[in-house]
């Protein structure tokens, strides 16, 4: 005889497999749309077998709560521009860090009113609080750096480090004292106190390491349900927190070592910030640069048997995608082979870039990842880069007094050519000068990316 | 043999699903990036299922001044999940349709 109990488990179960499922579907684009499907039929299984769990005894509240939320995400979902989908993200773990807490605070007081608190069960509760509140306000800071709301240089102040040592000892103080003596006061100040720490943690955090926090903080959400799933006793909570959890963390290992960056150092934070403050001094920097047309450019891309295109965040700040998109179509056409390079920072998060060419119908078998073109620099013609900076900087490889120094870059120097499209000499993210530009075979096309771009396919056509 | 504490047990899980994890994100393929962040946004909201459990039992005794108050908690993390549960489904879905091999 089956127990109920064990047919809600067993729902939960087939859920936890299509959410794994649907992870492993990314693994290409070809099923990746598939996979998503799986999800959500896993998150609709979790769904009614929870409305049905006997427990749940008035509906109102949750259908009215379900469907205003549904609406908001999806009228967010679909009216997002790509370039501006970390904020979306960011804006996203938030949400899921804030639920956290209130599932928390609810799950304390409802077992407070039947009576049934104890020991392990408010340790639960406390970390799943604290984890969700740092998720929360960390994430808002995150989001307001991505919006440009607040300044994308990281704050720093003396005492930094020992101020929020200090409130994490008092945090979990507070949570050791109410875990004896189940006071609701001290839950609310020691969730208090994670809030401000989330602040502070990300507050510090330049613009260049916007993409490891973003992953670090979808990590966050993870473990933010793991805990929340410990504090209800459900696996199914508990294995998917671990699964977004251990994702988040991959992310972040994976950018940290794509920046040559530790994960410490990161956390630490105020990188990018002091750099750009010195590199606006242009008359220096000018000098010994190369400039071309945009007609140069055109000559030598038609001309080239090999040519690889280097996008960078620079390129969807100024909506030039869709006209590069014209540029390869010319450009194959007459017989080029053309690539995309992608560095694993470029753009603000994970795979931005990727992102930003499908939406302008780029295909993804010539978008190539840093590991598979590196060795093809050096065999190709003209190099493009188009609103790229810091990932093609040499200097990562041979100046060691570089912030740069031993970061991974996209090897576009041993190009016969290479053209940077920019708009003015100022420095990169990272706030540091292009070795790149003062080489023999580059040359700088000064002007808006759409712009050049858009001359580029005049110019392509006309030729 | 005795059976082990929920906690044991969910602390098995844990541990578990973290190798889950870890070995299917390692073989995601780096341009999708972006909409594995989304969809794992999606599904961290399954927080949703413990929100419903606040809310849903709360709100049976609404007539009592802190059952009403545990409902409005209840209530205001149901619609913080579905937020994520919908926003990110439907947001990666629409990437995921972007993705296009040549013709």
Redesign the interface.
Known sequence: MIQNSDLFALSYLVA?VL??L???G????KT??RG?LL??V??GI??VA??L?P????????I???????L???V???R?D?KS?PQ??AA??S??G???V??A???F??HR?SGELNG?LLA?IAVGSFIGAITFTGSLIAFGKLQELLSSNPLVFKGQHYLNAFLAVVMFALAAVFVSNQDFTLFLLMTAIALVLGFLLVLPIGGADMPVI??ML?SY??W???A?????????????????????A??SY?MCKAMNRSIFSVVLGGFGGEAAAASGDDSKAKKGVKSASVEDLAFMLENAQKAVIVPGYGMAVAQAQHAIKEVVEVLTQKGVDVKFA?H?VAGR????M??LL??A?I?????H?MEDINTDFSSTDVVFVIGANDVINPAAKTDKSSPLYGMPILDAYTAKHVFVSKRSMKAGYAGVDNELFYYDNCSLVFGDAKGTCEQLVRALKNA | MESM???M??LT??????F???H??????????????????????????????????????TENF??S???L???????????????????????????????
């Open positions: 936890t959410f794994i649907g992870l492993k990314l693994s290409s684009p990746a749309l998503n999800s959500m896993g998150m979790a769904l929870t409305l769990n427990q749940v005894t008035t509906y109102g509240w949750i009215a709560g379900l469907s205003l939320g549904a908001i995400g999806i967010l979902a679909i997002i790509m989908m979306l993200v996203l773990h949400f899921v804030l639920s956290a209130l599932v605070a609810g799950t007081l409802l009113e392990v639960e973003v992953s979808n959400s993870g933010a349900a793991s929340t799933g410990f504090t209800l006793g459900n696996t199914l909570l508990i294995s998917t927190g671990a699964l977004v959890g251990s994702s988040g991959i992310l994976i992608i694993p998060m994970p795979g931005h990727n992102v499908a939406e119908d295909p993804y078998d010539i978008v990842e | 504490s929920p906690t047990l969910g899980v844990f541990v578990l699903s973290c889950v994890g870890y299917v994100v390692w073989g995601v393929t780096p341009a999708l990036h972006t909409p594995l962040m989304a969809v794992t946004n999606a599904i961290s909201a399954i927080v949703v299922v413990g929100a419903i459990l606040v809310a849903g039992h709360a709100a049976s005794g802190s059952m108050l545990i409902a908690v209840g209530f205001f993390a149901v619609v913080l999940a579905s937020i994520n549960i919908f926003g990110g489904f439907v947001v990666t879905n629409r990437m995921l349709a972007m993705f296009k091999k040549k013709k």
